[in-house]
Nanobody, 116 residues
Framework: QVQLVESGGGSVQAGGSLRLSCVAS?????MGWFRQAPGKEREAVAS???????NYADSVKGRFTISRDYAKNTLFLQMNSLQPGDSAMYYC?????????????WGKGTLVTISS
């Protein structure tokens, strides 16, 4: 069982930046970020596997960057040019398999609030 612990959420004004972190307690291949806003379905934001392949939601391309520190088992999400529509609970997720499959492990989430 892999534990995931997120940090870095907060409240910023539109146009600002935040950097989310997620520390994994064990080996994972695919790691990614998901988000869920009140009243909306959870959506995939970005993912990255150990080969460095990345995927981004169209809504965040060019603004968000996902990266990993493999030595520290840590996943990052650099979020720039934040908009009120980015407000949500952000969850870190991981899998020992491919990023195209279901995630096996989930963190408890970190809240991001963007004010206009």
């Amino acid at each position: 069982q892999v534990q995931l612990v997120e940090s870095g959420g907060g409240s910023v004004q539109a146009g600002g930046s935040l950097r989310l972190s997620c520390v994994a307690s064990g080996y994972t291949n695919c790691m990614g970020w998901f988000r869920q806003a009140p009243g909306k379905e959870r959506e995939a934001v970005a993912s990255r596997d150990r080969l460095g392949s990345t995927n981004y939601a169209d809504s965040v391309k060019g603004r968000f960057t996902i990266s990993r520190d493999y030595a520290k088992n840590t996943l990052f999400l650099q979020m720039n040019s934040l908009q009120p529509g980015d407000s949500a609970m952000y969850y870190c997720a991981a899998s020992s398999g491919l990023c195209l499959g279901a995630m096996d492990y989930w963190g408890k989430g970190t809240l991001v609030t963007i004010s206009s």
